[in-house]
């Protein structure tokens, strides 16, 4: 650490050297990130409410309103009229939240100390930590041919010590939508926790099944569901870290409450203490902004980018892994090894990932991808091709 205080013009010099080596999402480089340039008006209102701490409430009074506004107001395109639930860091920590409220109600209801998770083999890894650190067995249910979670495979998988069920609403490799509707019927069934991670599908899917697309139901109409996350910071247009979980009754966030005797508020149910405000804030401004017509246009407008390039991906002999639901896709070509093929459009400097069920080229159409990016992409790929074939 310097000795002597830097000034504050060196300071920023200083580190507008680093921000240079990190990439630029209006670059339209980064095609393998669920996560997008927040709106302008929701970074500054970040910035405004920095100092606000959702730890101790009391003391934030309209922070936490503006929070409660925000869950109610998730909860209205959810299908869930009064929803218990907070603003957390993303969809990692909203998971785990539901995780551990499955695990105590199924300890305090009925006695289970060994509990079990199944989830997909799509499920995000989040879920291997929140196995990890609440001591349940993680149990992987295959696939179907659809890449979705195979509903033999779940019931064949439950036993007496299965304390939840998750199916996802935009899986995070290929954004594929499980069969919640037959999910919830099987944990209503044999009384299990179901919790659906729409985390990227949240803040699409409901708004695009608005103005015509048929896409999967997956919210809290059907009955067996008891909790969904939902990130604001993908699809949603606020800034990191804006994570949501929501609950169908305040029960489950009961069952994880502690006492926090020194603070205004004297109990917590979430994960970390001191919990940032802004957050809540900047989710609440922006959803103000954008309305559900915003919401509708923005996720029509990657559907729309998601099918161009499917269209153009097809017409010069790339493979898909599978149709596209949600604004990502995943694809192949069959003489070019996906690894070599990511090394190589790395090399053009095009930041893709690849998806492990199947293995494939990872592309997440999200608000920062032009048509003009994906033009220049498709260059890239028949050079790749030109050269390699």
Not at 227 to 237: A, F, Q, R, Y
Not at 314 to 327: G, H, M, V, Y
Not at 371 to 387: C, N, P, V, W, Y
């Amino acid at each position: 650490m310097n000795k002597e205080p830097l000034n504050e013009k060196e300071i920023l010099e200083e580190l507008s050297k680093y921000k240079d080596k990190d990439l630029d999402y209006d670059d339209g480089r980064i095609l393998g990130s669920m996560c997008t340039k927040p709106d302008p008006l929701a970074k500054e209102v970040f910035c405004d409410f920095l100092d606000s701490n959702l730890g101790d409430p009391g003391l934030f009074k309209g922070t936490q309103t503006l929070e409660e506004e925000v869950i109610a107001d998730i909860g209205s395109f959810l299908s869930l009229e009064k929803p218990y639930g907070n603003i957390v860091t993303g969809g990692t920590e909203a998971n785990l939240m539901a995780m551990r409220a499955a695990r105590n109600i199924a300890r305090d209801e009925k006695n289970i100390t060994k509990g079990e998770i199944i989830v997909p083999k799509s499920a995000h890894f989040s879920f291997k930590k929140a196995s990890d650190i609440l001591g349940l067995k993680l149990v992987e249910a295959d696939l179907d041919e659809n890449y979705k979670i195979a509903i033999d495979s779940v019931k064949e998988n439950i036993n007496e010590n299965t304390i939840a069920i998750v199916g996802i609403a935009g899986t995070t490799e290929l954004g594929m939508i499980d069969p919640i509707e037959e999910l919830s019927e099987i944990a209503i069934s044999n009384d299990i926790y179901l919790h659906v991670d729409a985390a990227f599908g949240g803040f699409s899917i409901p708004f695009l099944n608005n103005i015509g697309y048929k896409l999967p139901n997956f919210d809290f109409s059907y009955n067996g569901v008891s909790s969904i996350t939902v990130d604001p910071h993908k699809m949603g247009l606020a800034p990191i870290p804006s994570g949501c979980i929501l609950f169908r009754e305040k029960k489950y966030l009961n069952a994880m409450t502690v006492e926090a005797p020194y603070l205004t508020s004297k109990e917590q149910s979430t994960i970390v203490g001191t919990r940032l405000g802004a957050p809540a804030a900047s989710t609440w401004a922006v959803m103000k902004y954008m309305g559900e017509t915003g919401y509708e246009e923005l996720a029509n407008e990657c559907m729309i980018n998601t099918q161009f390039l499917a269209d153009a991906l097809k017409k010069e002999d790339f493979e898909l892994a599978c149709e596209p639901e949600l604004n990502i896709i995943g694809f192949n070509h069959p003489k070019i090894p996906t690894d070599e093929l990511a090394k190589m459009l790395e090399d053009k400097g095009w930041m893709v990932s690849t998806s492990s069920y199947p293995k494939a080229i990872r592309i997440v159409l999200m608000a920062h991808i032009s048509h003009i990016h994906l033009t220049g992409f498709l260059a890239s790929l028949r050079e790749i091709k030109a050269d390699y074939i």
